[in-house]
């Protein structure tokens, strides 16, 4: 288990204040507002830069529509295994723990995670990973695979649709137990069928912000 005074905050020590943001079919866009949700999202962050609205562990949301990419019916993927942090394209961020760079991957399809960053961690006995999504390409010329990060660096920024797979700028954070033959990727959604496997594998990060 992961404490959160044993982590430097991901988007640092600064100023931000954080409210939680309720994507949830019910929550604070809802169904009424599903056609709008891309705009509030990108507006979001610019309203006030101090003010970081985050998110979504394990969150069924409405907008994991497109059939191609999330399946249909029992096999859709519309449960979220991360937190995301809603903020401006640039934002640096730190890493929480000790760890080495495990894999980078740029994943360009679609609402796919653009470019991406897994950490390894060990932490006593623990051995995890975190992943990082929707970045910009600012750290691919310093990033090697095993190379060492020390607690609260700066090792990549948050990137604009541009680059992250086409979303609104925001960081998907997510925690993972077992990463499997996995290496630049690994699923961030889930179909409410293997949820009680992607529940264990992937703790809820909260504590890394």
Known sequence: ????????????????????LDLSINGDLG???SENWYQYLEELPTTDPTI????????????????ELF?????????HLGIDLWAQENTMVYAP??????????NEASLDYGHTVILKHKVGNQKFYSLYGHLSS??????????????????CKIGGHAENGGW?????????????DYAGDYPGVSSALKI????????????LI
């Not at 970081?52 to 059939?67: Q, T």
């Not at 009680?196 to 504590?207: E, I, L, V």
Request: proline share 6%.
């Open 1 to 20: 288990m992961i404490k959160k005074e044993w982590c430097f905050p991901v988007l640092g020590n600064g100023d931000f204040v954080y409210k939680k």
């Open 31 to 33: 169904k009424s507002n």
């Open 52 to 67: 970081i609205h985050y998110g979504g562990y394990l969150e069924k949301r409405f907008f994991y529509s497109n059939e």
């Open 71 to 79: 399946g249909k019916g029992a096999t859709r993927r519309d449960i």
């Open 97 to 106: 723990l000790e760890g080495v760079v495990h894999s980078i991957q740029y």
């Open 138 to 155: 600012w750290h691919c010329s310093m990033l090697k695979s095993n190379m060492k990060i020390a607690k609260g660096d700066s090792f």
């Open 168 to 180: 609104p700028p925001h960081l998907h954070l997510q925690l993972i137990n077992n990463l499997g």
């Open 196 to 207: 009680d496997f992607f529940r264990n594998n992937c703790p809820d990060p909260s504590p």
